[in-house]
């Protein structure tokens, strides 16, 4: 199982001590570490700040938000980092919610599986450099309308890899689907091990659709997954209930909140609904109270050594080649990595 460290995205400060976490990742034998962004911080500039300390972990967005910058641009980014790095970036894609797309980015939220596949193709193109980057339309057409004076135009910087991965953020069967079919691996959230059967089917028809470009042996799964060391692990889950109940209750709109979808799926229902009426009323401890035990414990991994290890090996053993964890001290970064790293 590799680990991968999960920075995030930025609350109303920059973070203090990130460049010591992303030394005592590396130290500790971390595969990556990975950056977020949602109507703030950006996901590209702290891999690349941060990173320059480092020279062996990957450096991933997750994600990187599709209507934030056209494919072109992204494009750029990728390219650019991969340079500077020596050829340790992974590029993370998600459309994000239709909140964010049509209230921050001002863009319309439809078709974001049409927008995906079609902005992967022209990110692969101009990676590739094998001629004018092109695409038809309907979403980013290149040359674009307008002036007519529009021209098809290479990258001027030769890219490092015309490989570089490309992962998608994914949550619902179709979009885990195409993830299978056109990206190098899977940016799981919530991830449930007991649901691995329903994930390998979402997978596996990606998999065998016509010029699907991997397969189960060379797709990567990475899972966002909290993992708690603890001999208290009531107290734990219960510090974990109001994370769920925000992203359940607040991080979407009340008809799509694709996290919420989430744990429906996983028979969460009646505590979904329950917990969405709260939070937007504005009872958000109530809503974390809530939260069952075994909401938080399906999709996080919270306990004594000899549990974690064993529950690694369980969500191992269901398909997830990295988890992306959670540190806020060097000295529980370097932990994680000793226990799970033997």
Same mark, same amino acid.
């Given at each position: 199982?590799?680990?991968?460290?999960?920075?995030?995205?930025?609350?109303?400060?920059?973070?203090?001590?990130?460049?010591?976490?992303?030394?005592?990742?590396?130290?500790?034998?971390?595969?990556?570490?990975?950056?977020?962004?949602?109507?703030?911080?950006?996901?590209?500039?702290?891999?690349?700040?941060?990173?320059?300390?480092?020279?062996?972990?990957?450096?991933?967005?997750?994600?990187?938000? =599709?209507?934030?910058?056209?494919?072109?641009? !992204?494009?750029?980014?990728?390219?650019?980092?991969?340079?500077?790095?020596?050829?340790?970036?992974?590029?993370?894609?998600?459309?994000?919610?239709?909140?964010?797309?049509?209230?921050? @980015?001002?863009?319309?939220?439809?078709?974001?599986?049409?927008?995906?596949?079609? @902005?992967?193709?022209?990110?692969?193109?101009?990676?590739?450099?094998?001629?004018?980057?092109?695409?038809?339309?309907?979403?980013?057409?290149?040359?674009?309308?307008?002036?007519?004076?529009?021209?098809?135009?290479?990258?001027?910087?030769?890219?490092?890899?015309?490989? =570089?991965?490309?992962?998608?953020?994914?949550?619902?069967?179709? $979009?885990?689907?195409?993830?299978?079919?056109?990206?190098?691996?899977?940016?799981?959230?919530? @991830?449930?091990?007991? =649901?691995?059967?329903?994930?390998?089917?979402?997978?596996?028809?990606?998999?065998?659709?016509?010029?699907?470009?991997?397969?189960?042996?060379?797709?990567?799964?990475?899972?966002? !997954?909290?993992?708690?060391?603890?001999?208290?692990?009531?107290?734990?889950?219960?510090?974990?209930?109001?994370?769920?109940?925000? @992203?359940?209750?607040?991080?979407?709109?009340?008809?799509?909140?694709?996290?919420?979808?989430?744990?429906?799926?996983?028979?969460?229902?009646?505590?979904?609904?329950?917990?969405?009426? =709260?939070?937007?009323?504005?009872?958000?401890?109530?809503?974390?109270?809530?939260?069952?035990?075994?909401?938080?414990?399906?999709?996080?991994?919270?306990?004594?050594?000899?549990?974690?290890?064993?529950?690694?090996?369980?969500?191992?053993?269901?398909?997830?080649?990295?988890?992306?964890?959670?540190?806020?001290?060097?000295?529980?970064?370097?932990?994680?990595?000793?226990?799970? $790293?033997?």
């Amino acid at each position: 199982m590799k680990l991968g460290l999960q920075l995030g995205y930025w609350g109303a400060q920059p973070p203090e001590g990130t460049g010591e976490l992303v030394d005592a990742a590396e130290a500790a034998g971390f595969d990556a570490i990975f950056a977020a962004e949602s109507w703030g911080s950006d996901a590209f500039t702290p891999l690349a700040w941060w990173g320059s300390r480092t020279s062996k972990v990957r450096l991933g967005t997750s994600v990187a938000q =599709l209507s934030a910058r056209t494919p072109t641009s !992204c494009a750029m980014h990728a390219l650019t980092l991969d340079h500077l790095s020596g050829g340790r970036a992974v590029l993370g894609l998600g459309v994000s919610g239709p909140q964010v797309v049509e209230g921050w @980015y001002g863009t319309p939220f439809a078709k974001p599986l049409a927008r995906t596949r079609e @902005y992967v193709d022209i990110v692969r193109q101009v990676l590739a450099r094998e001629g004018p980057v092109t695409s038809p339309g309907p979403h980013y057409p290149l040359p674009a309308g307008g002036t007519g004076l529009g021209k098809a135009l290479k990258p001027i910087t030769h890219p490092l890899r015309a490989d =570089l991965p490309i992962w998608l953020g994914a949550e619902g069967p179709k $979009n885990v689907a195409l993830a299978a079919e056109i990206a190098d691996g899977w940016l799981a959230i919530y @991830y449930s091990p007991r =649901l691995a059967p329903m994930y390998d089917e979402w997978l596996d028809e990606g998999f065998a659709r016509a010029g699907a470009r991997r397969s189960r042996e060379d797709f990567e799964i990475a899972a966002t !997954c909290q993992v708690v060391v603890t001999d208290n692990r009531a107290a734990s889950i219960a510090q974990l209930k109001p994370t769920i109940a925000l @992203y359940v209750g607040g991080m979407g709109a009340p008809s799509e909140n694709f996290h919420a979808q989430v744990y429906r799926r996983m028979g969460y229902g009646p505590e979904v609904e329950e917990i969405g009426r =709260l939070f937007r009323a504005g009872r958000k401890d109530d809503a974390a109270a809530v939260v069952p035990d075994e909401m938080v414990a399906e999709t996080m991994i919270i306990g004594d050594e000899d549990h974690v290890r064993s529950e690694v090996k369980r969500w191992s053993d269901a398909g997830v080649t990295m988890l992306l964890v959670t540190a806020h001290t060097p000295s529980r970064v370097a932990e994680l990595g000793a226990l799970l $790293n033997r």
